[in-house]
Each structure stands twice: as C-alpha cells, then as structure tokens.
T-cell receptor, first 113, second 114 residues
Framework: DQQVKQNSPSLSVQEGRISILNCDYT??????FLWYKKYPAEGPTFLIS?????DKNEDGRFTVFLNKSAKHLSLHIVPSQPGDSAVYFC????????????FGPGTRLSVLP | KAGVTQTPRYLIKTRGQQVTLSCSPI?????VSWYQQTPGQGLQFLFE???????NKGNFPGRFSGRQFSNSRSEMNVSTLELGDSALYLC?????????????FGPGTRLTVL
C-alpha cells in the first residue's frame, strides 16, 4: 500500500509558465515533507521542505503548499525553465514514530522551450 | 564540504554472487540511510544507521544487510544476488535524527545482475 502517491507519472509545461506537481499521502502521522529533483545518473537533490505546522514554504522559484485536511501537497515552480526538466520526488516522514522517509514514485517534468 | 560519495558507481554481477557497496557521508553527518530505486517504484527504503546502530529497516529480505563504522561510513551487502536486485542503490546522509533533518543523497551505485 503506497503511503505517498504521485498520480501523474509525467507533466509537460511551456518555458516561463507555472509547473504544478502534486503529491497525496495516506498516513495522517506524517509531519515533515520534502521535495527532491533527480537528473539521470545522479542522486536526488533536495529542493524544499515543509513542516506540518505550516501550510506554505517558499524558496526562490519554488513554493510548496500543504493541505493537511486533504493530505495533499503541491510544488509550484514559477517560472519554469528547461533546466527544471527532471524527475521530482515527494517524500514524507513521521518523526514521532521513528520512521524514515517514505518516497512517492516520482513525476517526470519536461519544460519545453 | 564534500558531498556524499558512493563506490563503486557501476557494478555487474551474476546471480548467486554477493556484493558490497560503500557510502561515505558528508563530514559530520551521523545518520546514513540506504534506498533501492527501480523503474516505476520510486525509492524504497532499505535501512538506516545512526552511530553504528541500525535504527530502522525497510521491508526487504535478510539477504540485504548493512553496517556503519565509527567514522559514520556505511556499507551495504547483498548476498545470493537475484535478477530482481538490479537497481540503483542510493545512500543518503543527514546530520542527526531530528525532525527537520534533510537527507542528502550520493550519486548512487548502479548494480546489474546477469
């Protein structure tokens, strides 16, 4: 049973427009969430995080939104650039239960010039 | 600071053999986690070590084992390799085991089992 889901395997966006990547989770005990970006033949690179006590966190072009009642988080990239083309993973953990991070299956983002 | 390093980067083995992968965390990081990535499966958690002790273990058979040394370097061992063990094995380190810790990943070891 997947606790972290990314229901869109792929997404294509025009350069300069907004990219919205979605992530849903089932475990209400999750209290910390991360987004990673992964290029082929490289390890995932940390992008941005959010704690369950917040509903939004921004870092430059990246914003993560958390909706706890819907068990949903999203990553917004504005404006999208061709270099953003990669696989994006959502990860969640329940610190109080000593869990390690649980990762979603990833969404492949293609930013078209 | 140097990042997480993993050796070797690529490995080809045959069924039934065993393999040992190595991970050197970022200097000062005490927690090391291992993940398996296969196409369409995302990252599956294998285990986590902190201060030489295994703190968490994922749902993998006993053929997968690991250890951590006093300098925080970690090794992962897979015995009696199967074709399905072909994957990218990723190591991640974090400073402590605190709530807001971020895991930093190495480039991975690509294991191919023939």
């Amino acid at each position: 049973d997947q606790q972290v889901k990314q229901n869109s395997p792929s997404l294509s966006v025009q350069e300069g427009r907004i990219s919205i990547l979605n992530c849903d989770y089932t475990n209400s005990m999750f209290d910390y969430f991360l987004w990673y970006k992964k290029y082929p033949a490289e390890g995932p690179t940390f992008l941005i995080s959010i704690s369950s006590i917040k509903d939004k966190n921004e870092d430059g072009r990246f914003t993560v939104f958390l909706n706890k009642s819907a068990k949903h988080l999203s990553l917004h990239i504005v404006p999208s650039q061709p270099g953003d083309s990669a696989v994006y993973f959502c990860a969640a953990r329940s610190y109080n239960y000593g869990q390690n991070f649980v990762f979603g299956p990833g969404t492949r983002l293609s930013v078209l010039p | 600071k140097a990042g997480v390093t993993q050796t070797p980067r690529y490995l080809i083995k045959t069924r039934g053999q065993q393999v040992t992968l190595s991970c050197s965390p970022i200097s000062g990081h005490r927690s090391v986690s291992w993940y398996q990535q296969t196409p369409g499966q995302g990252l599956q958690f294998l285990f986590e070590y902190f201060s030489e002790t295994q703190r968490n273990k994922g749902n993998f058979p006993g053929r997968f084992s690991g250890r951590q040394f006093s300098n925080s370097r970690s090794e992962m061992n897979v015995s009696t390799l199967e074709l399905g063990d072909s994957a990218l094995y990723l190591c991640a380190s974090s400073p402590q085991r605190e709530r807001a810790d971020t895991q930093y990943f190495g480039p991975g070891t690509r294991l191919t089992v023939l």
